[in-house]
């Protein structure tokens, strides 16, 4: 088992820039590809981006493509959120998490049903 959590959120003006980080418990990180989520009020829970457990391989939503970077760091248990050009629209709680079971080169999906572990979360509020 893992847990989770999440570190970084905070208010910005539009434009701006946030580096979301999560923090994984254990000695196992590298075997689980993470994800990153976010919720809105009133929205149901909306893929972000993901990464394979070597970090060599990213996948985005086209809502953050081109503005978002995520990456990880297995000697540290962390995986990372870079938002830049921050809009309205990106306002939200940020959860990360955490897949297990998949191969060392496989980018996990974004259907929340296939992550096993979640954060808390950390509330990003991007101000117009």
């Known amino acids: 088992q893992v847990q989770l959590v999440e570190s970084g959120g905070g208010l910005v003006q539009a434009g701006g820039s946030l580096r979301l980080s999560c923090a994984a418990s254990g000695r196992t990180f590298s075997s689980y590809a993470m994800g990153w989520f976010r919720q809105a009020p009133g929205k149901e829970r909306e893929f972000v981006a993901s990464?394979?457990?070597?970090?060599?391989?990213?996948y985005y939503s086209d809502s953050v493509k081109g503005r978002c970077t995520i990456s990880r760091d297995n000697a540290k248990n962390t995986v990372y959120l870079q938002m830049d050009s921050l809009k309205p629209e990106d306002t939200a709680v940020y959860y990360c998490?955490?897949?297990?079971?998949?191969?060392?080169?496989?980018?996990?999906?974004?259907?929340?049903?296939?992550?096993?572990?979640w954060g808390q979360g950390t509330q990003v509020t991007v101000s117009s």
């Open positions: 998490a955490a897949r297990r079971g998949l191969g060392f080169t496989v980018v996990p999906g974004r259907t929340a049903a296939e992550y096993d572990y």
């Open positions: 990464i394979n457990r070597s970090g060599a391989s990213q």
